[in-house]
């Protein structure tokens, strides 16, 4: 895929969230050798080290690993942004950093000043885009009600929005919105931890092509355009996870999953998850 400023970007992202440190390192290395060439990161994930360090073990081009990490609530603002992404690079060993996306959005209902808030924190992200530190800049957990004030004093746009999506989870007007704004979406946990793979449906279809639910899950969220990120530590699940850009769903499949409901998850209101 490529984003909005040009950026190419692999289709399918290795996640790290809720990985422990001591299995980070392993797993991704075990992603990047079964051909994975995106990882993402967080500062709240407290994994980093431990990816960067996959990422050099693997013998693979630095430019050949897609990787992005985020900044935590508690750095958002302007200075306190910059000096947060100085740490992820500190953490990774990078020299630059691929996507730098900011993880969760000020809330009106915790902040006063939640425009501004989100508006330095993104000008932050603008600086170290221009000074060339970072490739591509997002956010994380934006709907559109906090989308549409960071345009209004934004120079760059958003090249990226990472978003719950799953089946029964799409939320198809920030969906639609990102699109038409020209951001890529990506999809986090596009498995519901689990909580899909014995949905009927998933399984019928997942049957029909002799292949997991998770790979059916996985090509769902592809055909939707969607940048599905998916974790495992299981060396055979992170092989088996990835045969999903091959998997041709026919569009009464994709139809059939998108219009599921109830299936789990968390479903998550940004505006409820303003923890720092």
């Known amino acids: 895929m490529i984003l909005s400023n040009g950026v190419e970007i692999p289709s399918m992202g290795f ?3 809720k990985m422990a440190p001591e299995d980070t390192e392993a797993s991704v290395l075990c992603a990047l050798q079964s051909g994975w060439r995106h990882v993402d990161t967080a500062a709240y994930y407290n994994n980093e080290a431990e990816v960067g360090r996959a ?5 693979i081009p630095r430019e050949e690993v897609f990787v992005t990490s985020k900044l935590w609530n508690s750095d958002r603002g302007y200075d306190s942004a910059l000096r947060a992404f100085d740490r992820t690079l500190e953490a990774l060993g990078f020299d630059y950093l691929d ?5 969760w959005p000020a809330s009106p209902f915790y902040w006063d000043n939640w425009r501004q808030i989100n508006a330095d924190s ?14 591509a800049i997002g956010l994380s957990n934006y709907m559109p009600r906090h989308i549409k004030p960071l345009l209004e004093t934004a120079e760059i746009q958003p090249m990226v929005d990472q978003i719950e999506f799953h ?16 951001m890529a979406v990506e999809a986090w946990a596009p498995l519901i931890k689990g909580e899909a793979l014995n949905h009927p449906v998933i399984c019928s279809i997942a049957s029909a092509h002799e292949c997991s639910p998770a790979r059916v899950i996985l090509a769902w969220v592809l055909a939707c355009g969607v940048i599905p990120l998916c974790k495992s530590i299981t060396p055979s699940r992170i092989r088996e996870n990835l045969k999903a850009a091959s998997l041709q769903l026919s569009d009464g499949e994709v139809s059939a999953i998108s219009a599921l409901h109830d ?5 998550y209101n940004p505006d409820n998850c303003n923890f720092l």
Do not use: N
Not at 55 to 59: E, H, K, T
Not at 99 to 103: E, F, R
Not at 263 to 267: D, I, L, P, T, Y
């Open 15 to 17: 996640g790290t969230y």
């Open 122 to 135: 993104w000008r932050a992200l603008e600086r170290l885009y221009k000074e060339g530190r970072v490739r």
């Open 55 to 59: 990422v050099r073990a693997s013998g």
């Open 167 to 182: 089946p029964g989870w799409m939320q198809r007007d920030c969906l639609e919105f990102c699109f038409e704004k020209g």
């Open 99 to 103: 996507m730098y996306l900011i993880h």
């Open 263 to 267: 299936v789990g998850g968390r479903c």
